[in-house]
């Protein structure tokens, strides 16, 4: 726990000083992000990327300070980070109201008070039938519901999208949308909330 608490410390140093240079909104942490992948383009950034993007950047801290960065960043696991592990990491998280009507809209789904949203809690909000795919016959509906279910969130593939996947989804989302009031009316449009 010490050492993703020098993370976090990393992470607000590393924070005022991109603020500074005056990348605040989501073009200028992309415009930020393109510039570390600027070596082979594959909208990922490994770790020498990453290191190299904060130096060109000038961003003051050290190698081993960058790597543990890179470590917080990387919420998969597979080495790189992408541009919503990015957001996410220099965003940071949802904000109360921002939180708030995530959890509201979780609660709509988890009707059972399970701590998860199954398929069939979703089924009948996402119809399948009109897919492309379906129509064609490539896919039935329930592979494109299991896709739609993988795009969604569901990292580990259960068929079910449990409260954290849920939250990083939204994390991801909500870290490409500056204003709290447009967030919240998406929420509010895509899930037919009050």
Same mark, same amino acid.
């Given at each position: 726990m010490a050492q993703k608490g020098g993370a976090l410390a990393i992470l607000e140093n590393v924070r005022a000083q991109i603020k500074a240079r005056g990348a605040k909104t989501i073009r200028g942490l992309g415009r930020t992000f393109r510039n570390f992948d600027s070596f082979d383009g594959n909208k990922q950034i490994d770790r020498e990327e990453f290191w190299s993007g904060l130096c060109e950047i000038?961003?003051?801290?050290?190698? #081993?300070? #960058?790597?543990?960065l890179m470590q917080l960043f990387d919420l998969n696991g597979d080495g790189y980070v992408n541009f919503d592990e990015f957001l996410v990491g220099i965003r940071g998280s949802l904000n109360a109201?921002?939180? #708030?009507m995530v959890d509201k809209a979780f609660l709509k789904f988890? #009707?059972?008070?399970?701590? +998860?949203?199954t398929a069939a809690d979703l089924r009948g909000v996402y119809n399948c039938?009109?897919?492309?795919?379906?129509q064609s016959g490539e896919l039935t509906e329930d592979e494109v519901f299991l896709e739609f279910l993988q795009n969604f969130g569901d990292k580990n593939r259960d068929g079910r999208i449990q409260?954290? +996947?849920w939250n990083e989804y939204y994390a991801a989302v909500s870290s490409s949308i500056d204003n709290d009031e447009h967030f919240v009316q998406l929420m509010k449009a895509a899930w037919k909330l009050d």
């Open positions: 000038q961003i003051r801290i050290s190698r #081993a300070e #960058a790597d543990s109201q921002r939180q #708030a988890d #009707a059972d008070g399970s701590g +998860e949203i039938s009109m897919h492309p795919k379906v409260r954290d +996947e």
